[in-house]
Structures are given as C-alpha cells and as structure tokens.
C-alpha cells in the first residue's frame, strides 16, 4: 500500500521517476502508471526494455514524483495475466495504455500472455 501522503501527490502527475539498479548503478525512466481504488501500482511496458530485464534481475525500484522530493522504495512483481489480472486493473490499463494496442481486455490478455509485454505490481512495505 502506498503511503498516503505519495498516493495524494500521484493526483498532481501522469509520470513517475522509477529508478531501477543493476550491478551497483541505477537507471531512471519516466513512465505512466495506474493506481487502483485499494491504492496498488502498477507499470506497464515492453517485455524486452532495459528497464524490465533490471527488474527481473533485481525487483528493487524507487518511484519519484517529478518535480519534488516524494518517492518510495518498493519491489516489482510481475503479474500473472491467468489468475491475478483483475478487471479493474485490465479496465485501467487498457484506458491508460490503448495505444500501445492494448486496446481492449482481450488485446492485453493476449500482450501478457504472448510476453510481449509486462506489467508489474508494485509493492511498498
């Protein structure tokens, strides 16, 4: 769950700073993202980016609000399109993301399940 002061701030941004790291150097990237009602995270994005082989090598990620000081340390899980892929989470992703071609339920089913694409969970302890 987010913290509450980081999830308000979320209302003031489309993009997140989400620095991931690999052998001791970090790489930050811009990103969309989704929050659901309960407050989870998610990212979404090609299978075969940079950023997506760091997190399966190491799931740590800090997520930055731009333009301030606010972030968050988490860890990445990726999400199983069979049995965690909720219709609230697809219904959000599918309005943020349409253009990537997941433009509806069954195109991103179909993007995860294929492994073209990836999304992702993040977690805040």
Excluded: C, K
Excluded at 5 to 11: G, N, T
Excluded at 40 to 65: C, E, G, K, S
Excluded at 117 to 123: G, M, Q
């Amino acid at each position: 769950m987010l913290p509450a002061s980081f999830r308000q701030a979320l209302d003031s941004t489309e993009e997140l700073i989400v620095t991931s790291r690999e052998e001791g150097r970090e790489g930050s990237v811009r990103t969309w993202y989704v929050v659901t009602a309960a407050g989870d995270l998610y990212l979404f994005n090609y299978a075969y980016a940079v950023r997506v082989q760091r997190w399966r090598r190491d799931p740590w990620v800090r997520l930055t609000i731009p333009g301030t000081d606010q972030s968050v340390e988490g860890t990445v899980h990726v999400v199983d399109p069979i049995g965690e892929l909720s219709t609230e989470v697809t219904d959000l992703v599918v309005e943020r993301w349409g253009m990537w071609g997941a433009t509806t339920p069954q195109g991103l089913h179909r993007m995860l399940r294929d492994r073209s694409h990836v999304l992702v969970r993040v977690t805040v302890p």
